[in-house]
């Protein structure tokens, strides 16, 4: 199976994408073993909060990138294991000065070759460098959206210029509603705005962790059909049936 990137996105800030991007991390534990969550979110990560892990300098990155060296052992540097998922923090206000997109590009090249799934948090909106560069590598990219109309229309909108602007495929993208304020919008309607494929997840810590779990079995299962159809078709061309 072919590694993959997994972006959590927003549109605008305050959705609970970065906690939703750790749950979906720690979710994915239990069906893969090679997993990495990458802060991306620029200026203020958070992730490295989550778990309680000290946010470190990534100078040694910039310069192996800058002097044409490979960027392997650099990366692998900042890699901390926590909770059975490996962590890569993110990227403070000293490196945000310096990093641009061929950086985080060679990071994600990185981490890409290193594991199977790749769970990336990013910043919100596409102004960051680290954001665009998360959106055009990955495989999948969850918007994540408050339940009311308005978040849910500038999602929409946002993901129509990334698309139409940016380049970023919009198959790619697929839409969580997150209970994070009072639901005006149910998944159905937002769904027909966003026309894209769309979950919701409820308030409360259980909650989360049990419809993210859900959403990374739906994700994994996708994959599996789409591994046993290409094994029959080679069977069947084994065989010569036609």
Known sequence: MNNRIISFW???GSTGKTTLAAAFTLALKKYKKDIVLADFKEV???VHKYFGIELSDKSNIYEAIENGHNATEAVKEHLQKKQGIWILSGFGMNDFAKFEEKHFSAVLEVVKNEFEHVVVDTSAGVFFSSTYTALKNSDVIFAVAA???WSIEDTAQMINFVSNRRG???EKFKAILNAVSKEEVDTSTAE??????TFSVRYGQKNILKDVTKIAEFLLKK???KVIGIKRAEEA???GVN
């Open 168 to 170: 970023v495929e919009k």
């Open 10 to 12: 927003s549109a605008g």
């Open 44 to 46: 203020t990560p958070h």
């Open 223 to 225: 994959d599996i059909e």
């Open 147 to 149: 339940p009311t109309i």
């Open 237 to 239: 061309k084994s065989f």
């Open 192 to 197: 027909k705005i966003l026309e894209i494929e």
